[in-house]
């Protein structure tokens, strides 16, 4: 689908937007954002195959409208495993609120949990999905609640497409497909499926479904070639059931007693009334296929055990109306629920499983399981009055590489894996954001297989239903939450639903397919070989655009056969075809062909009217930009020259400001100066006066500059120069300026280094002025220390005169002590005894020892005591006058 088709198919999606662009309704269209060249193509494209010829294409656009829904989606909540259970893995982070809604509380191990830490994130979210089904839900439970609807709507002519989504072992498999014992919603779709068409499927194999909604008959060779087919499908499940005995895989499911054991369980009644008359028949094609990789592949082509051979790729394709189908893919017709649960587990065994860290049996790739039924009136020649189409698609599980751990293929395996869900994703935000807003983005359908393929039930083909499978574990709390928030945004996204309209045709007439049919042939023929039916306006895309000049050369191949054997079996001709009929249909295929014709004329006028009408509308929208850019030009010229005479301004402002500044500077500078000059003059050691007058002089010379350019700046004439002129003045008296501040500044750097050398004598003189100050303090210590002396000395002298006291005391006491010793001279007694004791001494000293007379002693005794007191107070008393003879000595010294 081209941009153009997108848009509109947006447009539908919305209502209030408008449906067709304006050329139909005669109107001028809406602008609403600027028109690229790039989408013209496309948008006649897109026009034409909604303008297309077949009825029903008129009717489709008319009712889509109201059948758009929002996608359905399904939440499944598995339970935990014994294993799970063991590793502490169950900590309430999932509960089931109601029927719709579920709520999510964050771990403390989750990456939210230690952000709300940190004062963000949010501890719990609540979602709300269509319908919630929790862990104790059966299988059968879940297939009533989601899919069963569908058969019903899908026997009734509705595409539907129902798909998982989920991290890996999150359980999609298990609902898809389900344990032996306990079946999955595909084998139950087909069981149901088969129950209520039983009595009415359609025996023969000659009516095939054929690219995305249309069919073919097939000739006599070819069912026997489709009859092969299937035998060799069947014939290789004995194949595989005998090597994978020998596989690495075992799994209940795969075995041969759990293909009885699910065939048995297909027993189970569960069915629809189909109120279709009886000559009404169904017949049913099954195919298998998987995205492994970015590839597509037939699970049901023979897989060789020589792994060199590769495996046979798919493509995809597209049909005249955009739809993608896959190219090649086998079609096997199905008689019965046993053989249609054959080719599943054909398929099964065929399909990419590995086990990871995970899961034991991980999906390594996206499997789409696709049940095809045509509804055929079979009266006469059985016509085909619907196609319908069910697929189910197994999704592969995201897997983050923290958790799983792979390497090598499977980590491979997984990059394609989550490429592929992160674009579905981006695919949803970019539907929701279409829907929200006039502005239409890119949906990047075709950026995967996987949503390539889909974008059709997304995009008008059929109803979509999404299952959202989750575990309650712990550890995958964050893939948990942000698959509920994926899953959000896709229950936002509205699901164009125009397959629900297919009409069906009464008896008798042509169906719209089958009219389309024959045009597309008629066409071929008439346009000759190779030729096709619209032009292609969109020859970009990367996949096989669909062949129709083969198609149709099949086709016609296809009749070319029929019209032989009619010639060789003229009795078939005359049972099958009346000559009536044959008229009738010739005159039908008449009367088309010059629809077909009148068509094309239409078409071509129409390609014409929208040409002019886009030529014209470029043309106005190139004269509006033009007159835009001229307005636009003209704003900022004058904005310019707004800026520019406020920047005038400003220089002028500045430059007065310097000049004032100068005269200012200069008068404090002068003072400055002279007086420098006064006080170091006297000393004779710098003469400055002829520095300080030469700088006085270059000052007064900048000043008269700056002068001179504050009035070179006044005379300039403000409203008649053009601001260039004026710019390139102002840049002028800007250099001179600076050229002025420098020469200043070298000027004032010289005054300086003079200033300087001044200032080395007064540092001297500085450093003089300390010194005296230490000799100062020096001075003021001694004069503290003399008069400590002083205070000692005056001590000392109280002393001295106290201990002439005490002297003159003793001498008196010495005088008295004489006088009486003289008194006692006087008396003989004592003049004998002290001859005795004299002769006493006498003798003792010559006897060496006599004892001595006791009276006499004590007199004796203390007159040389008192002599030698005296002796002693006398050299104190010397001493004393020596010191202070000192002291006063040292004191007339400091003095
Ligand atoms: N509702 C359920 N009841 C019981 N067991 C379940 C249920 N859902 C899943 N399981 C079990 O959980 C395990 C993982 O399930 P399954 O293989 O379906 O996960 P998956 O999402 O398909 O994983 P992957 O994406 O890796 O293929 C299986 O052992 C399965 O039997």
Redesign the pocket.
Known sequence: MGSFGKKCLMELLDPSAKCRPSFLEGEEPEKTEATYVEDLKTDLSGEFSSVSSSSDTIQLSQSSVSSSEYLQVYL?V??F?ASELEQNESQDCVTVESSTSVMLKAPKSSFLCRLSDKGSGQMAQRFNFSRVYG?E?T?KQFFEGTVKSLIKDFLNGQNSLVF?Y??????????FQG?QHDLGILPRSINMLFNSIEGKLYERMDLKPQRCREFCRLTKEQVKEEMALKNSVFGLVKEVDSQSSRSTISSDVYSSAGQEAFEENLTELEQFSLNTPDHVKFSVWISFCEVYNECIYDLLDPISNDKSQKRRRLRLAQDIKGNSYIKDLKWIPIFGPKEACTVLNLGKKHQS?AC?K??????RSHSIFTIRTLCIEDTGVPRVTKVSEFSLC?L??S?RYAKTQNEGERLKEAGNINTSLLILGKCFNALRNNQQSKFQQHVPFRESKLTHYLQGFFCSRGKACMIV?I?QCASVYDETLHVLKFSAVAQKVVVLNTSKSVPSLPVGQTSAREVSFIINNADNKMWGKGRKATMDWDMSLEDVMEDEGGDIEEEEKCCTKESLEDDNNDEDDAILISKDEYETLLNTLESLKSKLIEEKKEKLFLELRIRKEVTEELSQHFVQRDYDFSERLEKEKQLLEERSDERLEIYKDLVNKYTQYLEEGDYERDEALAEHSKTLDGDGNVSLKGFIGGIQKDVAEIKKQAEAAHHHIESIPESQEDSATIESKLAQVTAELANTREALSKKNSELEKYIDKVNQPNEELQNAYKKIDVQNERIQQLMEDVQQKDEVINRLQDLLAKCEDSVNDYERTVKTIKEEILKVDSNTEFDQLLKDERGSRKRSNENAQEEQPPKKKGIISTSTELQTKLVCKRKQVANTGRKIFQLKKRKSTAA
């Open positions: 499944r598995r339970p495993t862990p839900t299988q998982t989920g991290i890996t072992n999150a359980g999609k498999t298990y609902t344990s499983i990871t995970l899961n034991s049996l991980s999906s197994d592969a599980g897997e499978n575990n």
